[in-house]
C-alpha cells in the first residue's frame, strides 16, 4: 500500500502576524500615546486645510466627578460625528470644552468645608474662588485622559473652559449685551428656590421625586360678603405645603365652578376621640366646590352634609374672609380678598385656593393683577424672618416634622380652630435640586430676569430673506420672501427652532413646548463662583447704568483678573471720572451658569482663539452646524444658547440639534450607586478595552433610552471579535499582494462583480447613515456586511480559490483583487468605530503608512451585476447547506465537499457546485433540494471529490498542475 502524501506545504493559506486575540486593554494605551507624540489631531487639521467646514461645538459638562457610562456616550458619538465627516473629506475640528462655574463645583467645595466645620461665608470670597478653581481645574484634567482614552481625537491640549479669563470676559460682555438692548430687567417672583443652597434655580437644575407630604384643610371666616349668608360661614382650602399659609394673603375661586354652603350631619356626637379636629368642624357651615364634597368628606370624616345654598364662583366676587391667625393682628389682621382665578379646578382640594404670592407663580400673578405686593417673608435659608408676628425666625419650611400634623403651624392653626383636617399621607411628586437632592420652594425674591416677550427692537425688521444663511461655496438657500416685524425673544426663538433640523425630530416639539410655555429667565444666582453680574444700579432712580466707556473698562478687567475683578474695591475705578460709586449698588448676584454655557458659542466658534472653528469671512447664520447632547438639554444647554443667540444675533447658534437618550441597565433601570447597578467605562476599558465601549455606544439605538450591562457587552465584544477576524483575513489572505495581480473589475468572474455592487450598496448605506446621524444603522450594515456577505458567504466560496488556485490563476488574481478593494474599504468604514484596531489593523498592512485616520473615504469601483438573481442564488444555498446538515451530523459525510447535490431545474445558471462548496449539482424535477454522498475520490490537496481523481489522496488535475509548477524540474 502507497503512503499518501502530504500536500499541507502546497496549500496558499492566509498568513499574518496580526493576533486573533485583541489585546486591547494593554495595546491602545501605545497607540494612544504614538497619536500624541505624532500630534495626530494637528495632522488631521493639516490634511483636511481649506475643506468644506463642518464644525461640531462640544456642549460642556460639568468638571467634578470621574467620566461615567453617559459621558462616555456622549463624547462617542461627537467623535464618531467628527471622524466620519473627516472621513468624507471635510474639515471637522474638535474642542472638548468644560462648564467649570456654578453649583456643581461649588457644593463640593462646600461640602469639605462642612467636613473641616469650616464656614464658606467666613472665608473670603478671593480665596474660596481661587480653591473653586482649582477644583474645577483637577477635574478637568481627570476627565480630559479618561476621554482621551477613549480614543476621542480633539484639541485636548487647547480646551476651552468657561472659567477662562477670556471666556468669562466674553460672558460678561454677552450680559452687557442684554443690557444695553434693554433685554434686562430686575424684579421680584417667585423662582425655584433651595434653602439648602441658598440660592435661584433653573428649572434645567430640578428634577421631582415622589414624596409623601402633610395635607391639611384649613377654615378662613367669611368676614363680608355680596351673598349674606355666607357671612360667618367658612372658606375651605386645602394644601399640601402648609409652611405657606403664614404668607396668605387672598383666596381664589373658579368663577365657572358650582359652590355650596354645607354643615356636616353627624347628630352633633362627634368628638375628639373620633377624629382629632372634630372641635373644629362642629357648628361650622363650609363653603366648598359640590363636585368635591366625596373627596372633602373623607378627609372629614363625615358621612352626610346638611346643604343651605349653592352658588355660582362669580357669586363670591367681592367676599372678604379673614385669616385664621387674625388673632396676632398686624399683618394676619388684614382682611384677604376672594379673587378670580381662571387656574382654580375641581380635580383635588376644595374648588378654593389659599394665595401666597411669595409663593407660587399663579399666586403672584393673580395678586399682582390685584394690588396685592409680595411680603418677602422666607429667607433664603428657609427660614421665617426674625420680625415676622408668626413663627418669626422658624424653620425650615421644607422639613417635614415643621409641616408635619404635630408641627407648629398645624399645633397653631388648630388652636385657632382654623385645622379642619390634617395627615401625612399625601403622596405626590416634588421638585427637588438636582445636586443636593434637597426640596425646592417657589420663594419670590428680587432677581435679574431675561423678558421673553418684549419685543427686540435692536433686531431691526428684516425679511427672511436677510436672515437667510450662506453655505461654505457661498450659495445662498432660497427661502420664501416674507416680512416680519421686530420678534420678541419667545418668537425669535420658536422661529429658529422651525429652521433647525432635529434628530431625532421629536426634539423640535419637545423644546418648542418648553421655550413656548416658559416664565422669563432667571438670570441671578445667589452664590460666589461664577461669573458676575456686572451692572451698576443706581441707587436714586433704580436703572442700570448702560455706558459704553465702563462697559469697556469692566470688559478689560475682567479679561486681566477673571471674576475676581468685580468687587467693591473696584468699583470707582470701573465706573471711571464720570460717575461715583457711592450713587451706585454694585450688583453682587452671579450669573445662572447655563448663561456661562448658553454663551459659549460667542467665545469658541467666534473668538479666534481656535481659528480652525471659524467660518470664512463673510459667513451669515449659525457658526456650529451641530449641537449634540442628552435630551434633558432641551431645557438646558440647547435652549439656553439658542436664547442667547436668538437675543444677541437674531437667529439659532446651530444648524442642527442631535439628542441622545439615557443609559439604563440591562433590566432598563435607572443607574444607580445605591441599587448597586451602575457601569463605569474605566472598567470597562481595563477589562474590555475603549473599542468595545465605541461599538456599544454606536451599535444602540441612542435616540431612546438604551441599555448596557454584562451580557450585552459580552454580546459587544464577540460582534467585535468577528468584525476582527474579517479584518485579519484580509490581512492574511493578501499577504504578498502588489499591483501586478490586479484584474480590471469587467474581466472578473461574476461572483466579485456581484460581491463589489454589494459593497456599492453598502457605501451608499453609510453615506447615507452619516448624513442622518444615524450610526445604529452604520453599524449594523458594516457587521452585517463582513459576517454574511464576506465570512459567511464570499470568503467561504473563495477559500478553495485562494488555498489551491495557482498565484497566477485569473480566478485567484480577481478574489485578491476584490479583497483588497474590501480591504481599503471595510478598513475606512471602520476607522470611526472601533478607532485603535483600525490603526492596528492599517498598521500591520502598512507600516510606514501613516495613521488610518488621515485617509478618506473610499473610491468603490463600479459593478453591475443582478441583485435579485443573486438573492435566489443565496436563498437556494441556504437551502442546500440544511439539507447537508443532517448528513453530516449522522456522519454519512465529513464536509459538504462530500455532498451531490440535485436542486430543482429552475434554479438560475451558475457554477452552483462552487457556490454551494459541494462535490456535484445536477438539476432534478423534484422542487426540494435532495443530497447523496458523491461517489468520487477526494484529492489530496484541495478536497475536491472529482471524477478524474481515482485513488483518495491523488490529486485532482489543478492541484497537480499546481504542485507540479511548484516542485523543481527534474
Request: aromatic content about 10%.
Amino acid at each position: 500500500m502507497t503512503e499518501q502524501r502530504d500536500y499541507r506545504a502546497t496549500v496558499f493559506l492566509p498568513k499574518t502576524d496580526f493576533p486573533m486575540k485583541a489585546g486591547l486593554p494593554q495595546k491602545e494605551p501605545g497607540i494612544l500615546a504614538r497619536w500624541q507624540a505624532d500630534n495626530i489631531y494637528r495632522k488631521t487639521r493639516e490634511a483636511r486645510a481649506g475643506r468644506e467646514k463642518f464644525i461640531l461645538h462640544d456642549g460642556p459638562p460639568y468638571a467634578n466627578g470621574d467620566m461615567h457610562i453617559g459621558h462616555a456616550l456622549n463624547h462617542i458619538l461627537k467623535d464618531m460625528v467628527v471622524r466620519t465627516q473627516t472621513l468624507l473629506g471635510k474639515d471637522a475640528p474638535y474642542v472638548p470644552g468644560w462648564d467649570c462655574h456654578g453649583l456643581p463645583i461649588e457644593w463640593k467645595v462646600e461640602e469639605e468645608y462642612r467636613k473641616k466645620k469650616k464656614n464658606k461665608d467666613e472665608v473670603p470670597a478671593e480665596e474660596f474662588r481661587a480653591e473653586c478653581r482649582a477644583y474645577a481645574q483637577n477635574w478637568v484634567n481627570v476627565q480630559r485622559e479618561q476621554l482621551k482614552r477613549l480614543g476621542i481625537n480633539g484639541d485636548w491640549d487647547n480646551p476651552y473652559l468657561t472659567m477662562d479669563f477670556q471666556a468669562e470676559a466674553t460672558i460678561v460682555g454677552e450680559l452687557l449685551k442684554f443690557a444695553a438692548n434693554g433685554m434686562l430687567y430686575r424684579g421680584a417672583k417667585p423662582v425655584m428656590w433651595s434653602p439648602v443652597e441658598k440660592t435661584a434655580l433653573a428649572e434645567a437644575e430640578v428634577e421631582y421625586e415622589d414624596i409623601t407630604s402633610t395635607q391639611i384643610d384649613v377654615a378662613f371666616e367669611i368676614v363680608e360678603s355680596a351673598v349674606p349668608e355666607l357671612v360667618g360661614a367658612h372658606a375651605v382650602i386645602w394644601t399640601t405645603t402648609p409652611w405657606t399659609i403664614p404668607v396668605n394673603q387672598a383666596l381664589a375661586y373658579g368663577p365657572e365652578v358650582e359652590y355650596v354652603l354645607v354643615e356636616g350631619a353627624w347628630g352633633r356626637e362627634l368628638t375628639d376621640a373620633s377624629f382629632e379636629n372634630g372641635a373644629n368642624l362642629l357648628n361650622k357651615k363650609l363653603i366648598v366646590a359640590r363636585q368635591l364634597l366625596p373627596e372633602i368628606a373623607k378627609r372629614f370624616g363625615v358621612t352626610s352634609w346638611d346643604e343651605f345654598g349653592a352658588y355660582k364662583g362669580s357669586e363670591l366676587a367681592g367676599t372678604v374672609a379673614r385669616h385664621p391667625m387674625h388673632h396676632l393682628g398686624g399683618f394676619f389682621a388684614e382682611p384677604r380678598p376672594f379673587l378670580p382665578g381662571d387656574f382654580v379646578t375641581t380635580e383635588s382640594g376644595t374648588g378654593l385656593v389659599h394665595m401666597a404670592p411669595d409663593h407660587g407663580e399663579d399666586d403672584f400673578d393673580l395678586c399682582k393683577a390685584n394690588g396685592i405686593g409680595p411680603k418677602f417673608v422666607v429667607e433664603a435659608d428657609g427660614k421665617y424672618r426674625e420680625d415676622w408676628l408668626w413663627l418669626a425666625g422658624q424653620g425650615s419650611v421644607i422639613n417635614p416634622k415643621f409641616n408635619a400634623p404635630d408641627g407648629p403651624i398645624c399645633t397653631d392653626l388648630r388652636e385657632a380652630g382654623g385645622l379642619l383636617a390634617a395627615s401625612a399621607d399625601y403622596k405626590h411628586s416634588y421638585p427637588h435640586s438636582w445636586r443636593s437632592k434637597a426640596k425646592v420652594i417657589y420663594r419670590c425674591t428680587p432677581q435679574w430676569f431675561v423678558p421673553m416677550d418684549k419685543v427686540m427692537t435692536h433686531i431691526s425688521p428684516k425679511s427672511r430673506a436677510d436672515t437667510r444663511w450662506e453655505n461654505e461655496g457661498g450659495a445662498v438657500d432660497p427661502v420664501e420672501e416674507e416680512l416680519c416685524s421686530a420678534p420678541t425673544l419667545r418668537a425669535a426663538a420658536l422661529e429658529a427652532i422651525a429652521e433647525t433640523r432635529f434628530v431625532p425630530d421629536k426634539g423640535r416639539n419637545r423644546i418648542g413646548a418648553m421655550v413656548e410655555g416658559r416664565p422669563d429667565w432667571v438670570l441671578s444666582r445667589q452664590r460666589a463662583w461664577g461669573v458676575p453680574i456686572t451692572l451698576f444700579v443706581n441707587r436714586k432712580s433704580g436703572e442700570f447704568l448702560v455706558d459704553e466707556a465702563v462697559n469697556d473698562r469692566i470688559l478689560a478687567a475682567v479679561l486681566a483678573k477673571g471674576v475676581d475683578a468685580w468687587s467693591d474695591e473696584a468699583a470707582q475705578d470701573l465706573l471711571g471720572n464720570e460717575y461715583a460709586a457711592e450713587d451706585y449698588e454694585r450688583v453682587v448676584d452671579i450669573l445662572d451658569v447655563w448663561f456661562d454655557s448658553g454663551s459659549t458659542h460667542a467665545f469658541v466658534l467666534e473668538s479666534g482663539r481656535w481659528p480652525d472653528l471659524l467660518r470664512p469671512e463673510g459667513y451669515q447664520g449659525p457658526k456650529a452646524d451641530l449641537y449634540l447632547e442628552g435630551s434633558d438639554q432641551h431645557r438646558g444647554w440647547f435652549q439656553s444658547s439658542l436664547l442667547e443667540s436668538c437675543a444677541t444675533r437674531g437667529h439659532a447658534p446651530y444648524k442642527a440639534v442631535l439628542t441622545h437618550g439615557f443609559t439604563m441597565d440591562a433590566k432598563g433601570f435607572k443607574m444607580s450607586k445605591s441599587l448597586g447597578n451602575t457601569i463605569s467605562p474605566l472598567k470597562v476599558m481595563e477589562t474590555n478595552g475603549a473599542d468595545i465601549i465605541r461599538l456599544w455606544a454606536l451599535s444602540v439605538d441612542f435616540t431612546e433610552d438604551h441599555r448596557i450591562g454584562d451580557e450585552i457587552l459580552k454580546g459587544v465584544a464577540d460582534q467585535y471579535r468577528k468584525l476582527r477576524n474579517t479584518l485579519r483575513y484580509l490581512l492574511g489572505a493578501l499577504d504578498g499582494f502588489d499591483e501586478a495581480e490586479r484584474v480590471d473589475v469587467a474581466e472578473m468572474p461574476e461572483l466579485e462583480r456581484y460581491v463589489l455592487a454589494l459593497l456599492g450598496k453598502l457605501d451608499t448605506t453609510l453615506r447615507t447613515a452619516i448624513d442622518a446621524f444615524d450610526f445604529n444603522t452604520y453599524v449594523r450594515a458594516l457587521l452585517d456586511f463582513c459576517n454574511e456577505d464576506l465570512s459567511a458567504f464570499f470568503f467561504d466560496i473563495r477559500k478553495d480559490c485562494l488555498y489551491c488556485d495557482a498565484p497566477t490563476d485569473p480566478k485567484r488574481r480577481a478574489y485578491r483583487t476584490v479583497l483588497d478593494t474590501l480591504f481599503h474599504a471595510l478598513i475606512r468604514y471602520a476607522a470611526p468605530v472601533i478607532v485603535f484596531t483600525a490603526e492596528e489593523t492599517w498598521g500591520s498592512r502598512y507600516p510606514d503608512g501613516g495613521s488610518v485616520h488621515l485617509l478618506e473615504w473610499p473610491e468603490v469601483p463600479v459593478a453591475e451585476a443582478d441583485l435579485d438573481r443573486w438573492a435566489e442564488l443565496r436563498a437556494l444555498r441556504a437551502a442546500v447547506t440544511e439539507a447537508i446538515e443532517p448528513l453530516r451530523r449522522e456522519k454519512v459525510i465529513g464536509s459538504s465537499l462530500a455532498a451531490q447535490v440535485t436542486v430543482p431545474a429552475s434554479a438560475p445558471e451558475a457554477d452552483l457546485a462552487e457556490l454551494f462548496i459541494t462535490a456535484k449539482v445536477a438539476r432534478g424535477q423534484a422542487e426540494d433540494v435532495s443530497v447523496t454522498p458523491s461517489h468520487d475520490h477526494k484529492c489530496g490537496r484541495c478536497w475536491r471529490h472529482l471524477p478524474e481523481v481515482t485513488v483518495d489522496g491523488d490529486l485532482c488535475d489543478r492541484c497537480e498542475d499546481v504542485v507540479g509548477e511548484m516542485e523543481p524540474q527534474a
